[in-house]
């Protein structure tokens, strides 16, 4: 059913990773220019490499995961699984994020880089695909139990 808490974790996944879309996770400051950083690759600057498509298609991927475990409540142990595979997609934006960090301070020598709060959102999402997990995990058990009864 799609009224269970669960459901609402998932969808501030969904909604915290949209966001990450449209605001920038970076400030890139050289000695003579200003870049804001994000993940928007139809609007992407030309000074930044193409290292931001493995982020842009994490990020998509975890939405689109986080849509279809919405959608898969008749199938608990599916969607536990999901889960942990968001949780591994969101830690492998992080390294990413901060992969980027490295590819563009070894590229030049007088640089300023600064993070903004969105950066850390897919650590915010791991904590709320456990939490979703956690609730469809006491699901399944009480499912579980309700079936031993008969």
Not at 7 to 20: D, H, K
Not at 105 to 110: F, I, M, N, R, S
Request: glycine share 2%; aromatic share 14%; net charge positive.
């Amino acid at each position: 059913m799609l009224q269970r808490i669960q459901t609402l974790f998932l969808i501030l996944i969904v909604i915290l990773s949209t966001l990450l879309l449209f605001v920038p996770f970076q400030h890139i400051t050289t000695s003579d220019t200003f870049y804001n950083v994000d993940l928007k690759i139809w609007a992407m600057n030309s000074n930044i490499h193409s290292t931001i498509y493995l982020p842009f298609s994490l990020n998509i991927l975890i939405i689109l995961l986080s849509l279809f475990t919405i959608f898969k409540y008749k199938n608990r142990p599916l969607q536990m699984i999901l889960c942990r595979v968001i949780a591994f997609f969101s830690g492998t934006l992080i390294a990413c994020f901060f992969s980027f960090t490295y590819i563009q301070l070894t590229e030049a020598k007088d640089i300023v880089i600064n993070y903004s709060y969105v950066a850390f959102l897919p650590g915010l999402n791991i904590l709320l695909v456990y939490i979703a997990k956690k609730f469809i995990k006491d699901d399944e058990e009480l499912v579980k139990s309700a079936d031993r009864i008969r």
